[in-house]
């Protein structure tokens, strides 16, 4: 797992083939979450979701690579919870 303290808010998540994955709001604990822009549609719109660090392979620069591509990488995004 790469150091998650060089996580920069606005930088893009990418998947290991390239992929626009979503973009950073911000780091919690071990978890990135992405801003509502990168929420997805229906009951997924306008709430947060989070990435899990475990799945962070480099970060460079304004770029957060991720070590599964794209569309398995959204399988294990985590949603807001409610209280949050």
Do not use: P
Request: aromatic letters at 2%; zero cysteines; hydrophobic letters at 35%.
């Amino acid at each position: 797992m790469a150091d998650l303290s060089h996580i920069k808010e606005h930088a893009d998540v990418i998947g290991a083939d390239g992929v626009h994955v979503g973009t950073v709001d911000g780091v919690e604990g071990n978890r990135i979450k992405l801003t509502k822009k990168d929420s997805g549609q229906g009951s997924h719109e306008g709430h947060h979701h989070y990435i899990d660090g475990g799945l962070v392979a480099t970060v460079h620069d304004n770029t957060v690579r991720l070590s599964a591509n794209a569309d398995v990488a959204v399988t294990f995004e985590q949603e807001e919870d409610a209280k949050s």
